[in-house]
């Protein structure tokens, strides 16, 4: 029997001291609170069945005197620990139904009549140490270790559907073996004269001392026959104590198994905080990604002079797909100052109403006090938002939460860009800072748009000086010298001079001949215009075709471009102006036959060759060439250069070479695959 | 009284006498409740205290059960209704339970019949306090000193409305704690009706505190003035089972202590009543346990004189 309560001492010290060098270890898991009450009821319930153990050893009255007055210490307050761990395990660990926290009401009085019993028991002759055994065992052990043996079993199931599959396996052996410390700990107690006591105690449960009659007897609390001890007794010859002392042995395997659970749950949220770390980096690469992607289109688009409007919606689609936005707007000041309505982008959950298309003036308070202070403002999901149905304009949405931003021109409100989401999540300042950032886009665009008018303008004007000088150099010359030949017909006519006369006649028609073909080259060049999307090459061919119908001579265009020219718009134009020139000089000048047109790209520009066969001329300053000064100033405003070789009768080489716009820029012509998938946008 | 069999009788008594006093208390708020709010708050206050209250009357009745030797004959005892306490005690006790179960019967199958639940709340009330006076009748006996005294009946209503407030304030906690899970719409208003039960039960726990302890000293000073045997009984008072009287004292004032200072803190933190119900619970057990010790202690301390 002292080997027995010597094992059963030193498994619940065990247990004490792995509970308290886990709790040592520190851990964010909940169980890891209640280790403090583990640990400190096996330390004192060790001191227990040690105590018991010299007791049954035979010791010195005093001593037994000693030990007993310590037992009689310890094992309330083992008791209690255990108590206070199993409530712990059972309502601190996983959330109790709410329905619960009446449990305690309903059983108050029953626990007061048993609490009453187990006080009026002290008064009987028996010794005091008894019936704290037995209240001890009954009041505190019993129902905590029910608590603690459904605790585990709880978190048991949690490990479980956590996918911690063996430490559930371990929680519910050690719940299993807490319901067993339940039965042979908190229901066999020392006999004594009282309640289900006198039935169910030490003295049924040695081998030595059942009595006879136990079973038929007619006490009310008699308990069924099957349950009764005498037969396990019977059957085995073991005593209680070696019962209990396995369950002890199956406690401590299992409770400090249980506790490897600590490991395997910080493995699993360091590997978690690594997966949530990686995916956050992920999801913020992603969205600069995204955000930078949209910003360079939206700077394509602009170094590409589209149209203002499909800039401005551009931008709204942008904000809508980048913030994951309801709806986007933005409204721009009219000359009369108000604030319309410029271009909108709603998802696919917000229908737009009739009233698109039609000129809206805003105004929403929240929207004007942006405009007015030119300052961002964004909601953070505590207003008491009473103008949630101004914001979406042309639908039926509310908005619940919105992000506003100012359009400032030179430091000047001219409009606003905001973004609202249907739904309680609030804006970030991130998100507002990248709403800024396309309102910068869309004043840029705005800029680029007022630029590209003005240049429209003295393109016009240029133009008309062009054709203006145009005329005056052929058409106004050729019609003045004929006026002098009329003049002179007529004076020969009088004279009746026929063969003078036959031969000014002629000379006339050659002039007239020479106007038209003028005319019809200008009709040609002013015809000959270039469209973004068929480029500067198929636009040199076309007016090539044209060139050869009109003045017969053989032109041959050698394209080697296997893509776009990187030219800037402006470029482009001169590079066309310049061929122009140059096959007039021909026409006039030259008396070629043939021409090759080359088109080429070096080491980032653009070459243009127009090589003829004509009669050539003798190389002179620049200066006394006004045609050829023009093409040379033409190519030197887009920062190229223009060289002319000519000997007589050898020909004539012009070479343009134009520079392709910058590398960065230079992709911007490519096609481009937009990652914003128009599909999933809906925009008026 | 270590048989569990003599434990019978304190279990009846006592919960006997706490289902009396809590329908007692429980129909003063049902009656004022319906003046002032209508019978809607009225019926939803009463909802469950009235089951909990006929559950502990049944419980009290069969659990009286276990003293008897033939329990199957129980009811033969209200034969001698006219001569004896015994059987008017039965037969009140019968009474109230069944008028208990009318009234909640009525409370949830006819819960407009205002007029009918009144004259039944009332009519149980009245078979309460009857039932309580002829319990306390029952040991008036001349053969035991301790006992025959005023006393006792004293003892018992002090018991029957301490219980009663207790009760039914623990009661109504229960009940706005679910009516919170179920978010009632009249939730506000519960809610100031028994925070008010709340503040009158402590005062009316205290006062009824200091006439049991009152009680307990005229006892004293009678069982020292009325001869040998009433010595008897106050020596196994103040002597073998003084230990029991002092935890019996201890427990009363510190659990109505308690149920003022909880009372007072409640009104200051202003948190939600709800939160309270742990530590009412608490002061509940300890004056339910003083009052079990209380009833061990009545039994105990008899002494027969006499055959």
Redesign the interface.
Known sequence: MPIIYFLYGLSFSGLGLAALLQYRRGSVLPLHKQLPWLAAFGLAYAGVGWADMFLVSGMQPEVQGILRLLRMILQPLSGLLLLRFGWGMLTQMTPLPAWTRIIPGIITVPLAFIVTYAATTFVTPSPIYIPIDIWSRYLLYLPGSIMAGIGFLRQSNDHKKRGFQDAGYLMMGAGIAFLTEALVVGLIVPAAPYGPVSYYNYDRVHFDSVPAETSESSDPFTMIDWLDYAHVLQATGLPIQFWRMLSAIALLFFVVRSLDVFDAIERRRIQRLQEERDLAQSNARYLAESWAEALMQINREIAELNELDAILFEIVCSARKLLSSDYVAMALLDEKHRLMLRCFATSESVDASAEVGTSIQVTSSVILDVLKSAKPYRTDGTENIDWQSELCLCTDAKASEAAFVPLLLNNVSVGVLWSTRTEPNPYNTDDLVGLERLASQTVIAIQHGLMAAQIQSLAVVGERARIAREMHDGLAQILGYMNLQAQTLEALLKQNKRESLFAEIKRMREAIQTAHADVRENILSLRTTLSTEAGVASAMLEYLDGFSLQTGIDIKLQNHLDEYLGLSPLAEVQLVCILQEALANVRKHARATEVTVKLTRQVGCAHLEIIDNGIGFDEQPDGQRFGLQTMRERAQQVGGKLSITSKVGQGTTVVCVLPEVEQGNQIHMAPINTPLDAATERGY | ?????E?AL??YT??MQ?SAGSMLVLWVIYTLTLRQYGQDIASKLTKYPILIIFV?VATAMVGSH?HLSRPAFSLFAVLNFKSSWLSREVGFTVLFALLVGTLLLLSHLRPHAVKAQLVAGWGAVTLGVVTVYAMSQVYLLPTQIAWNSITTPIAFFCAMTLLGVFGVT??L??SL??FT?NKDTDLALIRSVIQRVLYVSSWAATAIVLIELGNYGYQIMDLFNRGETAHASLDLLLG??R??FI?RIVMLICGVTALAIVTLWQRKSRKPLVRF??PI?LT??TV??SE??GR?LFY?VHVRTGI
Do not use: C, G, H
């Not at chain 2, 009284?1 to 069999?5: A, G, Y």
């Open positions: 009284m270590v048989n569990l069999r434990w304190p279990v006592i919960m706490m502990t276990y623990i009661i906690l229960i704690y679910l899970l073998l089972y230990v029991l935890i119900l742990a619970y509940f057990l339910l346990i079990v010790l061990f105990a």
